[in-house]
């Protein structure tokens, strides 16, 4: 639920996200949330690699 308000807000937030084969932290900026086949993602831009990604909420494991 967070996540939509950051959005909404234009939050900057420090997140641990684990991919399939990794976990890392990183600093993005929430764009906009949506669904499909059963799983929610974020859009975000990625400050520190300065470009936009697709993330899946259930692997976020934290937020700062």
Known sequence: KEIFIHSRNKDTIIIGYQS??????????????????ALWYV???????????TLRVDRITRER
């Open 20 to 37: 399939t084969n990794q976990h890392s932290v990183k600093k993005v900026i929430p764009i906009g949330v949506y669904t499909t086949k």
């Open 43 to 53: 859009v975000a831009s990625d400050v520190l690699k300065d470009k936009i990604v």
